[in-house]
């Protein structure tokens, strides 16, 4: 097997372009395919990939193919140039620092949290609710640049994911697992990550390999746990378990019609949090593991996710205690980890609008294109906290008059700077537009 020793020197001749990298050390061992070292040329840093062993040909347009799709999203670590060292067929990508003072971390964080030392003390960090679906949204969008071109990387799961820790945009690695419909795959995928079918070795990988990695990611962040992990992997006993549980006998914990995989009473968290989720959530993952299981196409698709995750964005508050997400859509009236009682913010919508609306919070600005679609977006409302009760009300900024009609039929006209009261069954006429309150503390 070919070892690059540091100082080696690695020309890459184009047409008109010479470029010499510089080997400066070893970063992965490859188990199969190759190894990455750290190059660099002049001051820039790049990673090489270099192949063990492979068909020359069929590499080389492996790379010219990935070279060009990889230039669809910015999250694909591509190949930039493919050299050839001493009978090894290599690529030069973009160096992705994950060290401890890089610019990126691992994707695992999502899952596991992160340990941060101080003085000396090991303690876990969760990123934020909303930072976790940022994050998520954007995995899902680069799995739809592939997935809508018809390629799947066949290989998706958090270790070949690395977020950027400053503004959680993200980078894919590995991406040369990447094939086409038509191609053979390279790897089959990796245990849990992979849907059953492959894994029984019953059929060859294809695009919606990656849907099935993409919810199992979504999943195990969200919620927790494996979606196909629960009793029967604790009362299994012989034979491989991880077979029995991803490949032979995968049922879904939450299985609207079997129950027999149900979480762990031990992971009486995964239970709850579940249940506090949306309906539409717990429909997409029914619908990914139990339809999908074994359909790929009956999967939902990294399209749908993005709007999933959006929706679950706009529809998620935090307990001001303990930080755990809750949705507008539960009736829930106390917190399920620490039983703080909560209260869903007052939600301002448009009728007949598509807008999902906006939360009410003392100082924000509310515009017209939140609330309706608008092209001239202008500030409508200030939310201020009357000097007299403490309640909150709706200042008027703009310059055209509201109209607010009480449950009871009657109404009162507002102008600039009156402060519009909130009556959760009041109703606010905007020109054309009516706006109503939704959640709250109910009465
Ligand atoms: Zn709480």
Known sequence: MLKLKPGTKITFKSNNLIKVFTVDSLLHTGSGQGDIYKVYSNQDIYALKLFHTGDQKRLRKQMSALQRRGQA??????????????????????FINDGPKGQYMDASVLFNGIERTSNGNTFHVELPFNKKLLVLYNIAEAVKVLFEADIALMDLKFE???INKNDYSIKILDTDTAVGRESKAIVSGTIGFMPPLTMRGEEVPNI?????????????????????????YEEFCTGNIDTYTFATNPIYTFNRKDDSNRPLESERRIIQRMKNYPDYF??????????????????????EWQDILLKLYEDH???????????????AKNCYVCGAEIH?????????SNKAGVYLFNGMEIYTGDLWEDANSYILFKIVVSKYDKKYGLQCVGTQSI????????SKTFEKDDVVPIFLDSKIKVGEYTLSFLGGKTK
């Open 160 to 162: 070949n994911i690395k």
């Open 344 to 352: 869903p913010p007052i939600k301002l919508v448009c009728e007949g």
């Open 282 to 303: 717990k429909d997409a993952m029914h619908q990914t593991f139990v339809e999908g299981l074994f359909e790929g196409k009956n999967r939902v698709t990294p399209r």
């Open 208 to 232: 919606y390999n990656d849907t099935y990695a993409l919810a199992v990611m979504i999943y195990m962040t969200l919620i927790g746990g494996h979606p196909l992990r629960g009793r029967r």
């Open 73 to 94: 999203s910015s999250a694909f670590v591509h190949p930039l140039y493919v050299v050839n060292v001493e009978g090894h067929i290599g690529y030069i990508m973009e």
């Open 403 to 410: 109209e607010l009609e009480l449950a009871n039929g009657l």
């Open 317 to 331: 508050f935090i307990c001001p205690e303990c930080g755990e997400e809750h949705f507008f859509t539960s009736s």
